[in-house]
């Protein structure tokens, strides 16, 4: 029988392969996650050039089901937003945005 711990690192290696492709390996993650206080004009401009990185991006399809799977409750993942996501979920109270500024794209 083989060491647990060796199984499990090469599941989580391999679960988070992808990243190593992401698009946005190489670009501020600020973009993807605003800041306390962001104004809804900042929000929606940021939120829509994070989305365009993700667009071009070779794994959109295994950071959006990453995100989705794992309910992540910030930034953009996958080319969604929190309320994209919460959408996709069927989730009733999407996260509240006001706290961060409001409105999105």
Do not use: Q
Not at 13 to 30: G, I, N, Q
Not at 39 to 47: G, L, N, Q, V
Not at 52 to 76: D, K, Q, S
């Amino acid at each position: 029988m083989g060491d647990l711990r060796d199984d499990t690192n090469s599941e989580l290696a391999a679960f988070w392969s992808w990243r190593m492709h992401a698009a946005c390996r190489t670009v501020d993650s600020a973009l993807f996650f605003g800041g306390d206080g962001e104004r809804p004009r900042a929000r929606r401009r940021r939120e829509r050039r994070a989305k365009a990185v993700c667009a071009t991006c070779p794994v959109l399809l295994p950071c959006r089901a990453y995100a989705l799977v794992r309910r992540e409750a910030y930034g953009i993942w996958g080319g969604l937003s929190e309320r994209d996501r919460a959408r996709v979920l069927g989730d009733r109270d999407p996260p509240s945005t006001a706290a961060v500024g409001g409105g999105l794209a």
